[in-house]
Structures are given as C-alpha cells and as structure tokens.
C-alpha cells in the first residue's frame, strides 16, 4: 500500500522526462520478473509479467511517441512493435532468451533516455 502511494507521489510530480525513465524501469523490472519466473517455471508470473511489460511499451512508450517530430520517433514505434512481439512470443513459449534478447536491444535506449536527462539542454531538446 505504501509503495504504491509513494509511486502515485512519484507521478503526479516527475516531469515528462521523469516519467518515461519510470516507464523504463518499469517495463525492465517485468521483464526481470518474467526471467525469473520462467526459470522456476512460475507460469502465473510470467504471464503476469510479459503482459505488464507489453502493456508498458504499447500503452506508455509507443503512446508517447510523437511521430510527427521524425525518423527517430518513428525508429522507436517500430523497435516497440518488434520488442512487444518478441515479448508476447516469448510469454507463449516460455522462451528465457527472447527475454534477455528484448532487455539487451532495449538497454542501450534505456541508457540515452537516461544521459538525456543529466543534460538539461539535451532534456529540453527531447
């Protein structure tokens, strides 16, 4: 209960950068849970897991997308839609590696959404 007030909290006062670094941490954390619960064969969780993190990238990264700002915004939508489809693929077999896969093309995004917002002038350019 506290955890997710303090979330909410977190919410209602992170700037637009902020938020995406959370979608991030978020759609990573599922991503961990699915790893370990395909190793212990948890199929609940993994399920549970996948779903939240297909959910993340449809709904909070693609649905932030501008894709009327470029080529990079429109990069991002299609790498989503790879990474969702991989997840979802990865959700019906069980398929550990798929997960990893989808964590190791994501990290590098992950990483300059994060070096974007240390540099106030890159995060106002974003």
Same mark, same amino acid.
């Given at each position: 209960?506290?955890?997710?007030? !303090?979330? *909410?909290? /977190? +919410?209602?006062?992170?700037?637009?950068?902020r938020?995406?670094?959370?979608?991030f /941490? !978020?759609?990573?954390?599922?991503? @961990?849970?699915?790893?370990?619960? #395909?190793?212990?064969? =948890?199929? *609940?969780?993994? =399920?549970?897991?996948?779903?939240?993190? +297909?959910r993340?990238? /449809? *709904?909070?990264?693609?649905? !932030?997308?501008n $894709?009327?700002? !470029?080529?990079?915004?429109?990069?991002? @939508?299609? $790498?989503?839609?790879?990474i969702?489809?991989?997840?979802? %693929?990865? =959700?019906l077999?069980? /398929?550990?590696?798929?997960?990893?896969?989808?964590? %190791? #093309?994501?990290?590098? +995004? %992950? *990483?300059a959404?994060?070096? #974007?917002?240390? @540099?106030?002038?890159?995060?106002?350019?974003?």
């Open positions: 209960m506290y955890s997710k007030v !303090g979330l *909410e909290t /977190d +919410v209602h006062g992170a700037s637009p950068h938020l995406i670094a959370m979608l /941490d !978020g759609l990573f954390d599922a991503m @961990n849970q699915a790893q370990v619960a #395909i190793q212990t064969k =948890n199929l *609940e969780l993994k =399920n549970r897991s996948l779903m939240r993190a +297909v993340i990238l /449809d *709904e909070g990264l693609k649905a !932030g997308l $894709l009327e700002s !470029g080529p990079l915004a429109a990069d991002l @939508n299609d $790498l989503y839609a790879y969702c489809m991989r997840l979802t %693929r990865a =959700n077999h069980s /398929d550990a590696e798929a997960v990893a896969e989808c964590q %190791r #093309i994501l990290t590098p +995004v %992950r *990483e959404w994060t070096a #974007i917002g240390s @540099n106030p002038e890159l995060q106002r350019a974003a």
